[in-house]
């Protein structure tokens, strides 16, 4: 179990940094050019966010996270997926900001052992 576990961490970790190229990238910050207000707004937070959780992930100690890891397998997955499918049209910035937001939901749940 702990192997996949690991895996799992090393997927979701890989997910969230390519997240990061892709919303720094020009193609998406053409898009967000083009996006209104809201739009532009939960961008920002959600990058800010994405920053954090990417730096709480790479610096929890796997130990203290492996049963939330474990018990949130299913969610994870499938918000990983829900990013991966959302990136592969990125001119859909409802959907790849929400699939963002659920992403960074489910990680925020499994890091949380780790702030108290």
Avoid: C, Y
Avoid at 48 to 72: G, P, S, V, Y
Avoid at 86 to 96: F, N, Q
């Amino acid at each position: 179990m702990a192997n996949s576990t690991t895996d799992l961490k090393d997927k979701t970790l890989t997910q969230l940094q390519a997240l990061r190229s892709k919303l720094a990238s020009a193609d998406w910050q053409i898009q967000m050019m083009d996006a209104s207000a809201a739009e532009q707004g939960q961008n920002s937070d959600l990058r800010i966010l994405l920053d954090a959780r990417i730096a709480q992930l790479e610096n929890a100690q796997f130990a203290d996270i492996q049963k939330r890891i474990d018990a949130r397998r299913a969610p994870l997955s499938d918000a990983i997926a829900g990013v991966q499918g959302a990136l592969t049209d990125i001119k859909d910035v409802a959907k790849v900001l929400a699939a963002t937001s659920a992403l960074l939901k489910v990680v925020g749940q499994v890091l949380a052992a780790v702030a108290h």
